[in-house]
């Protein structure tokens, strides 16, 4: 440059700054947000219940709305989060993800509603885990979810003018749970609730306990609610989460080396390890049975959900026979993980469905029942819709199970193998050692902690040859199928065991065997695909509510429930069962010695034991299947 330019420019730089000198501030400013090109209004309010404490909302509504309906989650993730995906002038680019049917909340113009629950983000008040209704004797408040759904609702309707004064609630998991809270004693506003995978019954079989065996694969996220915004973050010593499990030892040494004991909520479950009245007076299923039902509810169940598999289902059987009239409770059951009727469902891991499932379900189930209840328009859903995997098509049904489906007997046979008729006398066992450093792990190995391949989500899709691979795990197949079995409903299983120890865990699984080749899909050869899976803890074979050791050797029965199942196996499969004893580190490990208190077990009261299943004789194990002619 020509030094004669530079100074010209220099000296216009200087004039212009001279000139708005009083502009150039390093001080941090607040800038005013662009908003007229977006197409929606974003509202933030401090919400104020009975006794003071102000719960964080956040309000987005559609650009020039009117006589729009409100949808409403209550959430300890992060209202902020929920309704901040990415910065956008695009109300579905915001709300994309989380628990927003982002099709269904546009097309359906609904204003949309995120609050923090008390005590989380940005709301005041103290944070509970599933905090107790004041009616259940463990909340010594005046306040719980469903008073401050009440208020919340009450505000809203009263505040909004672009309403039309009719509220519908929405939420996945935690979420579906305060959508089922607010069905007790519900505000006269509120004309609809769907609940998507909610946790009902954390001791019987969500998210903390299934049938008494401790989910100790949470213990990183009990550490998460240590703080009102999930801020701390488990740290893991190892890369394989199998190895921090297994050299912990107990699930309370892990949670004391990890700092988890100063979550309150980690003191109740260690005080409550067994079924007593701490879990039954806030069994939501028990709740609402006694409770009027005043309010339209679809209840949506995924048949792999890893997280809360027994919720919806157990809800559904407690408060469907209150529907006289049939217009109040409806079920939707799709072939989902853990919230993915919101997200593409086209397949789990391995498994395709030929169909986007999830989204045809929004479309055809979801979008019509909340616009019938919340804008009176017409609707043509079925009581049950209900995905049928194997044949892979959705069904519309007047109840669930089908009235049609009939209990079988499947039995475990000599020679391993599996079948509708009995083995005759003598009774015969089939037997394998349980060694507790060693257990079977719950999917293979290694176990990320880093969340590398989503491995948590899918992982009750996952091909179970590993397991069946190994010599503490009892595998018994049919026969190849020269016809369709399906199976509608929810299995028992009825086991007879001896185990030469105190205590014991009992993993059984029903499986479906995919022949050896599959054309156009290679990855599916000889796939041993679990169907319906559960645990449950020896020690309460007698009473949920009270542990007591069982006898060395003595052959004792085993009955409990695997999760609904709504499969076909086709022509050319083959059925398979698993038993095993244990599926770590997912559960903790059953020492095999009684002791009092497992979460506090010492590394000498783990020790092997024989287990034997009775398969021949008047006392054969099996499975109760419900069958469809």
Known sequence: MKPWKFIVL????????AAHADTYDERPQTLRPVTEHRNYERRVVDIEMRDGVKLHTVIVLPKGAKQAALLLTRTPYGAEGMTAKTASNDMGMILHGFDNPVDVIQDGGYIRVVQDIRGRFGSGGGFVTNRPLVSSGQNPTQVDESTDTYDT???????????????????????????????????????????????????????????????????????????GDSSESFVWPTADAYDTYLRAGSAGELARQHGVEQAGFW???????????????????????????????MLVHSLWDADDIYGAMAVYRAIKPKDIAGDKVFLSIGPWTHGQAIEPGLNIGAVHWGQDTAKWWRKHVLAPFLAHHLNGTPMNVAPVTAFQSGSNEWQRLARWPAAEAKPARLYLKPGMALGFE?????????????????????????????????????WLTSDQRNAASRPDVLVFVSDVLTRPVTVAG????????????????????????????????PLMGGYQLPIAMDIFRGRYRE???????????????????????????????????????SWFPLYDRNPQRFIDNIFFAQPGDYIKATQKVRIAGPESSFIELPLLP
Request: hydrophobic share 40%; no cysteine; net charge negative.
């Open 153 to 227: 609702i009450e505000w809203l309707v009263k505040n909004v003018p672009e309403s039309n004064g009719r509220v519908g609630i929405i939420g996945i998991s935690y979420n579906g749970f305060e959508a089922l809270m607010a069905l007790v004693n519900p505000h006269p506003a509120l004309k609809v609730s769907v609940p998507i995978n909610p946790m009902v019954n954390g001791w019987i079989g969500d998210d903390w306990f299934h049938n008494g065996a401790f989910r100790q694969w949470l213990i990183p996220a009990i550490w998460g609610t240590a703080t």
């Open 490 to 521: 929810q299995p028992f299983v009825n086991l007879k065991a001896s185990t030469s120890g105190s205590d014991s865990d009992w993993v059984v699984k029903l499986i479906d065997v995919y022949p050896e080749q599959v054309p156009g899909e």
């Open 543 to 581: 009473s949920l509510a009270k542990a007591t050791p069982l006898k060395p050797g003595a052959l004792l029965g085993y009955r409990f429930a695997l999760p609904e199942t709504h499969h076909v196996f086709l022509p050319g499969h083959r059925l398979m069962v698993q038993v095993q004893s």
């Open 10 to 17: 220099l000296a216009g730089a200087v004039a212009g700054s």
């Open 422 to 458: 009995p083995a005759p006398a003598p009774a015969q066992d089939a037997e394998y050692v349980s060694d507790p450093a060693k257990p079977v792990p719950f999917i293979d190995r290694p176990l990320r902690v880093d969340g590398e391949g989503n491995q948590w989500q899918s």
């Open 267 to 297: 003191r109740k479950l260690t005080e409550h390890p067994a079924y007593d009245t701490f879990w039954q007076s806030q069994a939501v299923d028990k709740v609402l049975a006694k409770e009027p039902l005043k309010v339209p509810v």
